[in-house]
């Protein structure tokens, strides 16, 4: 028990990372929203651009209600933007439509982190439904049932493992769409690095994220760890 408090510590400190690179990620966008793209290409624009390029005549680009919404939902082969990008003539809105359209290139050419990530989904929405429960149950229930503890940290491992396999999914989506931005003269000397800059701050929400979430399961180890050895 005597590694409880550091490993707090360690959440403390997430939360605070987490808090930190939102906030610029936030302001990044505010600021390179303001930076209008080359010949004034909307989000929606450049993502159909994007698409034609790549070869993909398949999907749909659509606005979706809210803000930071944007996404790539492979089961129907749609790239969602939020209205502000959909809409937006600005590097911020080239750069997100450009990472989400990345998403829909991966997925054309079987990106095998991709296509590991999606034959996770299911079990991944399984584990996510009822891993707190049987984490609160495990830990009451400890010392009569250890085993339901345990099975609270497979499936939080499940969720863990679907956290880490997304990184190389978003990086490499970030990094198809800056080559992409480059190379179709979308951005300039001056605004390339602005597309940089907010797509690797957005990566880092991925890696904070997933970082925490192998502290609170190392942290769920550490109390079945406890349990046995009371036992």
């Known amino acids: 028990m005597?590694?409880?408090p550091f490993i707090?510590?360690?959440?403390?400190?997430?939360?605070l990372l987490s808090w930190a690179v939102s906030a610029s990620l936030k302001n990044k966008f505010k600021r390179y929203?303001?930076?209008?793209?080359v010949g004034g290409l909307t989000g929606k624009e450049v993502a159909e651009k994007m698409l034609r390029e790549n070869g993909i005549s398949d999907v749909t680009v659509i606005s979706t209600a809210g803000r930071l919404t944007?996404?790539?939902?492979?089961?129907?082969k749609t790239v969602n933007l939020s209205a502000d990008v959909y809409n937006g003539n600005s590097i911020a809105a080239a750069a997100v439509?450009?990472?989400?359209?990345?998403?829909?290139v991966q997925h054309a050419t079987a990106y095998r982190w991709l296509n590991m990530r999606s034959a996770l989904v299911p079990v991944v929405s399984f584990a996510s439904n009822w891993v707190q429960w049987?984490?609160?149950?495990?830990?009451?229930?400890?010392d009569?049932?250890?085993?339901?503890?345990?099975?609270?940290i497979i499936l939080f491992a499940i969720t863990t493992l679907f956290s880490f396999i997304t990184l190389p999914v978003e990086i490499n989506a970030s990094m198809r769409a800056v080559a992409w931005l480059d190379n179709a003269g979308i951005t300039t000397?001056?605004?390339?690095p602005m597309a940089k800059s907010a797509l690797r701050t957005a990566a880092y929400t991925y890696v904070i994220a997933a970082l925490s979430s192998l502290a609170t399961l190392l942290y769920y180890v550490m109390i079945f760890l406890g349990g046995n050895r009371r036992s």
Do not use: Q
């Not at 944007?70 to 129907?76: G, H, I, K, T």
């Not at 000397?189 to 390339?192: F, G, K, P, V």
């Open 2 to 4: 005597n590694g409880i």
């Open 8 to 15: 707090w510590i360690i959440f403390i400190g997430f939360m």
């Open 33 to 37: 929203s303001k930076i209008p793209t």
């Open 70 to 76: 944007d996404n790539y939902n492979p089961v129907n």
């Open 97 to 104: 439509a450009a990472h989400e359209c990345g998403h829909a």
């Open 134 to 142: 049987v984490l609160l149950a495990g830990i009451l229930l400890l």
């Open 144 to 152: 009569r049932f250890p085993h339901l503890l345990l099975f609270g």
């Open 189 to 192: 000397y001056d605004t390339l």
